[in-house]
């Protein structure tokens, strides 16, 4: 597996997957939001960019992705900027396998060359598999908000 940024090729299937993590999310606002995120635009009132990271197998096939934004601060944070990991997915077939692991070590990469110290993540209460996940690779809890559970990760 390796890790790379986003191709314009990459497009169709980024889409089939957000829309398999974010199923109730109509196709035409994930198309708006992926046009932003593929430009670097900020997608945030606080965040300084955004970014796309992608897993592929040893055939060229994507596996997963993480979309991230920088944020010029964040609440309960004393580091500034802080990489904020805005959703991570793994394609279901290959979930345990270490995808997600190898996609958080180059999210926390991603992070510290944009000179963070400190990463930052949420999920739903209820999505137990996710929460699972962040604490497996190292995220702790640190509230709660709209969003969901707040996590943290020092890089």
């Known amino acids: 597996m390796k890790?790379?940024?986003?191709?314009?090729?990459?497009?169709?299937?980024?889409?089939?997957?957000?829309?398999?993590?974010?199923?109730?999310?109509p196709q035409s606002r994930h198309e708006e939001e992926m046009a932003l995120i593929a430009a670097g635009v900020p997608c945030e009132p606080d965040s300084l960019?955004?970014?796309?990271?992608?897993?592929?197998?040893?055939?060229?096939?994507?596996t997963g992705f993480a979309e991230l934004s920088l944020?010029?601060?964040l609440e309960g944070f004393e580091t500034s900027p802080v990489a904020y990991l805005?959703?991570?997915?793994v394609i279901e077939s290959l979930r345990g396998r270490g995808v997600g692991k190898t996609i958080i070590k180059a999210v926390e990469?991603?992070?510290?060359n944009?000179?963070?110290q400190e990463l930052a993540s949420d999920t739903e209460p209820e999505n137990s598999i996710s929460i699972r996940a962040h604490e497996l690779l190292g995220f702790k809890r640190y509230g709660v908000s709209d969003e969901g559970i707040l996590f943290r990760k020092r890089l």
């Not at 497009?11 to 829309?19: G, I, S, V």
């Not at 955004?50 to 994507?62: M, P």
């Not at 805005?86 to 997915?89: A, D, F, K, L, T």
């Open 3 to 25: 890790m790379r940024k986003y191709q314009k090729e990459d497009w169709p299937k980024w889409l089939e997957m957000r829309m398999g993590f974010w199923p109730h999310c």
């Open 71 to 73: 944020r010029r601060r």
């Open 49 to 62: 960019k955004t970014d796309v990271l992608f897993c592929e197998d040893e055939d060229g096939i994507l």
């Open 109 to 112: 990469q991603w992070g510290r």
């Open 86 to 89: 805005e959703g991570w997915y």
């Open 114 to 116: 944009q000179g963070c």
